[in-house]
């Protein structure tokens, strides 16, 4: 890191951990701004705080407020980023503007992942990635390329459908992004653990997943490192039903014009509203699932010689 580059502000909670080479686990927040409705957003992000806490590492929840890059936020930040109305959205490439402007933003992956680095965080945990969405749009999410650019292992619940799931896993390839499953044979696809797709690496103990971060470090990789963790078999969604009701969803987008960062926001929020709360049952469930292996994962590497 340059020295011109920003220290993001930081909770004393977060500072400290970070001093002392505790782990500690990023989590993003336009899943609070954009991702869930008011007030679920807010209790759900300070729940997750609460689980990543409970398996030992300490949680920094990303934003930029009024212009600042933090990493950890007070309960009354989360909350205004779950209620406030004029929050935008920020991907790693609006962050400048979004400085200069002294705007209040939920980051995104890609932009969680900038500020988690930034703060010298390399442990993320999310619901879903952005990735290449269906069609021939060439709508390709900012998350991909980060992933490719910047060494943050991000934890997901695998590739919601209302992606194109094969393609952004070749395109994961493309960008040489190390993919690993967590203790399954099948790729996951965020609201079922099912996709019909292959898992590719499969890792059944966390401490293995970061041993194979540690490997990729030590062969030179600089890339981050995707996570996929299959929802809870108890939480998962019927995988037909869910699908039908994506297909709907992405019609309704194409028809009412949605494009660009307002794509993915608007199909969220018409599936929490169609599915009657079942859809943000299934993600609040598998938000938790995550934040959970990420501390773990980050535990693990904390110790002594396993991270270089
Ligand atoms: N997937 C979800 N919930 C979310 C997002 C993705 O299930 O809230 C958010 C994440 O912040 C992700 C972003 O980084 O959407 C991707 O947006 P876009 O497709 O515009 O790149
Ligand atoms: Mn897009």
Redesign the pocket.
């Given at each position: 890191m340059t020295t011109s580059m920003i220290q993001p502000q930081m909770t004393d909670e977060v500072a400290m951990a970070i001093a002392q080479g505790r782990p500690v686990v990023a989590l993003?927040s336009?899943?609070i701004s954009?991702?869930?409705p008011w007030p679920r957003n807010a209790e759900v992000a300070l729940a997750v705080e609460q689980a990543v806490r409970d398996e030992g590492a300490v949680p920094a929840t990303i934003a930029v407020i009024d212009g600042i890059c933090c990493a950890g936020l007070s309960p009354a930040q989360v909350e205004r980023l779950g209620r406030d109305t004029d929050v935008v959205?920020a991907?790693s490439r609006d962050l400048g503007a979004c400085l200069v402007r002294g705007q209040t933003a939920?980051?995104?992956?890609?932009?969680?992942m900038r500020i988690a680095a930034l703060a010298g965080i390399d442990v993320f945990a999310?619901?879903?990635?952005?990735?290449v969405?269906r069609g021939e749009g060439m709508?390709i999410?900012?998350?991909l390329t980060e992933l490719s650019v910047t060494d943050v292992l991000v934890v997901c619940a695998g590739v919601?459908s209302i992606l194109d799931i094969p393609r952004t896993l070749e395109m994961l390839e493309t960008l040489r992004v190390p993919v690993v499953t967590y203790g399954a044979n099948e790729f996951p696809a965020?609201y079922t653990p099912h996709s019909g797709i292959d898992a590719g690496e499969r890792f059944d103990d966390p401490a293995q997943i970061a041993a194979a971060r540690s490997a990729n470090r030590r062969v030179g990789m600089t890339t981050g490192m995707l996570v996929a963790n299959p929802i809870p078999a108890a939480d998962a969604l019927d995988a037909q039903e869910i699908g039908a009701t994506i297909e709907a969803s992405l019609a309704a987008a194409e028809a009412q014009g949605i494009t660009?960062?307002d794509?993915?926001?608007f199909l969220?929020g018409r599936l929490n509203e169609v599915t009657d709360g079942t859809a943000l049952a299934a993600?609040i469930a598998l938000v938790l699932n995550n934040a959970r292996l990420a501390a773990r994962i980050a535990v693990a590497g904390a110790n002594p010689g396993v991270w270089a």
């Open positions: 993003e336009t899943i954009h991702g869930m959205k991907a939920g980051t995104t992956v890609s932009a969680t999310t619901g879903g990635v952005g990735g969405h709508d999410s900012a998350d919601k965020f660009g960062k794509v993915t926001p969220l993600n």
